[in-house]
């Protein structure tokens, strides 16, 4: 076994995290069992964080110990994944679908590092009260501002010299307009908040027309 950063493995031709919940599944993935342990396959077509992993990313800021924000948080698929990483940290899951929230609360109920928060992710003020100071701000929404959203959340709750990974899905942003152009405006609009831009991925085949973005805050 090879480590590609803390706390993901190479195994069998994929990537893996330690399963925190031994003998559970959160959404099919398959469990492996290797000198003694069990691995949860982190899987590409399900998860845009492992996509971008596999495409190459060269930054994993989560770690252990790391306090992060994950914005749009849906049923838990990636989040869960971080929380196999975050073992002595704490993922705060803003999500605002209400049916989304039934099953992220049942995958929290066995990751006592993960906090369901039905929230407006556009909203950081009505949930503010709740949260704590973050290392990452981890985010996947498909809305027009998604990068504003960001951007709001990170002058709230992003600590100095922390970190945001951005999922951007230009057809939620402008469907008229080339791709690429959307990513170059959306990096942009990080650069003026205060971002150096570390690393952009385009995450095909697994998700067209996206991109993965990760960012430090200066």
């Not at 845009?48 to 994993?60: N, S, W």
């Not at 002595?88 to 995958?107: D, F, Q, T």
């Not at 003020?125 to 701000?137: M, R, S, T």
């Not at 152009?181 to 990080?190: D, G, P, T, V």
């Amino acid at each position: 076994m090879k480590k590609k950063f803390e706390g993901i493995t190479d195994v069998k031709g994929g990537i893996a995290t330690l399963n925190l919940t031994p003998g559970r599944r959160v959404y099919g993935e398959k469990l492996v069992t290797l000198n003694e342990k069990e691995f949860r396959m982190w899987n590409p077509r399900r998860s845009k964080l492992a996509a971008a992993i596999y495409k190459g990313l060269k930054y994993m800021p989560i770690n252990k110990s790391s306090k992060i924000l994950y914005l749009g948080a849906a049923q838990g698929t990636t989040a869960s994944h971080i929380s196999d990483i975050a073992v002595k940290g704490i993922i705060y899951c803003i999500e605002m679908s209400p049916h989304a929230l039934r099953k992220l609360l049942e995958v929290c109920t066995f990751r006592s590092n993960m906090v369901p928060v039905l929230g407006d992710a556009s909203q950081p003020q009505d949930y503010l009260h709740l949260l704590e100071k973050v290392d990452v701000i981890y985010q996947d929404i498909a809305q027009p501002n998604q990068t504003e959203i960001l951007i709001r959340n990170s002058e709230f709750l992003l600590r100095d010299n922390g970190y945001v990974m951005l999922t951007i899905k230009a057809a939620s942003i402008d469907t008229l307009v080339d791709s690429e152009k959307i990513f170059i405006r959306e990096k942009r609009k990080l650069r003026k908040a205060g971002f150096n831009v570390l690393q952009d991925i385009g995450l095909s085949p697994y998700e067209k027309e996206h991109a993965f973005v990760i960012a430090e805050k200066k």
